[in-house]
């Protein structure tokens, strides 16, 4: 069984600002993450994603997320906020080697305040 | 790449009828394909999964039944919803994966039942 905890539904930040969203993980197996964000009334795009390579993954738009399995965490980070980076963020687990279900966070949303 | 396209974005119906949305992976060819739901203000929930050339896989709670999932080619599933109801109002989003353990998703379609 596996499982995401996505810690805040709301955060807000000002424009230039860290960006940290947290997102904790359960897994039984040797997990697959990911992050994707959606923007208002559209599907979702994957940010990157973590599938046991480099703990450390880089992402589309400045994004990076580090793997960490003593904590069982997958924070995502961006030095400097964007406005454009406002919408709402999503975690996601799933099993590694071939295709596994995934199961998603509740989700988090981003606010940029200028 | 990796392109996935839904049809119709937004379509509102009468209570008791069916409606039927289209999802389609554009240069690439599916060999699974996911179907979920949105809530407002809510994560996705999977309601099934689907291989070309086979039945549906339905989750937990979900009537196979009411949603109908066809998957009849490698780049096309469709979903239908019968004798929509209001409280199938919802954000369908599907996604398309050729077994790497990534999902491409649609920009979702807005049901809205009257």
């Known amino acids: 069984a596996q499982s995401v905890t996505q810690l805040g539904s709301h955060v807000s930040v000002s424009e230039g600002a860290l960006v940290l969203l947290r997102c904790n993980y359960s897994?039984?197996?040797?997990?697959?993450l990911f992050w994707y964000v959606q923007y208002p009334n559209q599907g979702l795009q994957l940010l990157l994603k973590y599938t046991s390579a480099a703990t450390l993954v880089k992402g589309i738009n400045g994004f990076e997320a580090e793997f960490k399995k003593s904590e069982t965490s997958f924070h995502l980070t961006k030095p400097s906020a964007h406005m454009s980076d406002a919408a709402e963020y999503f975690c996601?687990?799933?099993?590694?080697?071939?295709?596994?279900?995934?199961?998603f966070g509740t989700g988090t949303k981003l606010q940029v305040i200028p | 790449g990796a392109v996935v396209s839904q049809h119709p974005s937004w379509v509102i119906c009468k209570s008791g009828t069916s409606v039927k949305i289209e999802c389609r992976s554009l240069?690439?060819?599916?060999?699974?394909m996911f179907w979920y739901r949105q809530f407002p203000k809510q994560s996705l929930m999977l309601m099934a999964t689907?291989?070309?050339?086979?039945?549906?896989?339905?989750e937990q709670g979900v009537e196979k039944d009411k949603f109908l999932i066809n998957h009849a080619s490698l780049t096309l599933s469709t979903l239908t919803v019968t004798s929509a109801h209001p409280e199938d109002s919802s954000f369908y989003i599907c996604s398309a994966s050729t077994g790497r353990n990534e999902q491409f998703f649609g920009p979702g379609t807005r049901l809205t039942v009257l």
């Open positions: 897994s039984s197996v040797p997990p697959y």
């Open positions: 996601a687990v799933s099993g590694s080697g071939g295709y596994q279900k995934v199961t």
């Open positions: 240069d690439f060819q599916a060999t699974t």
């Open positions: 689907s291989n070309e050339g086979s039945k549906a896989t339905y």
